[in-house]
């Protein structure tokens, strides 16, 4: 019976040096991570930023998350920096845990109200988008 020869580029991790998907190149693998992001001058892949003049969504979101409601808040015309810490104030007053990421600011729970509220408080235009 003949010997099935090994596919070494089908390995994805190995006890000798953990996930060898990090350590690929271009075109193959995984890129990501902290390793790629200070390769990349310290910055990971920046949002492009929203139309200074546009419109704060905010919507109330269910899908992909196992029938939990979030919030989500987009179209916000401020940098990273500056969306983590509104995203922080939004989750401190709201009393919830949440994110921000890829240029949107995600709250657990059902906080459209409180949300807007805030948001308008501090001279942004905002519509409730969605259901």
Known sequence: MPR???RDDDIVWSSDGGDVRRREG??????GGKKAAKARGGRSAAAPAPDP???VKVRRETAGRRGKTATTVSGVPLDEDGLRELAGRLKKRC????SSKDGVIELQGDHRDVVVEVL???GFDVVLAGG
């Open 95 to 98: 009393g919830v845990g949440g």
């Open 4 to 6: 099935i020869p090994r």
């Open 26 to 31: 271009p075109g193959g693998g995984r890129t």
């Open 120 to 122: 308008r408080g501090e």
């Open 53 to 55: 003049g546009g419109r």
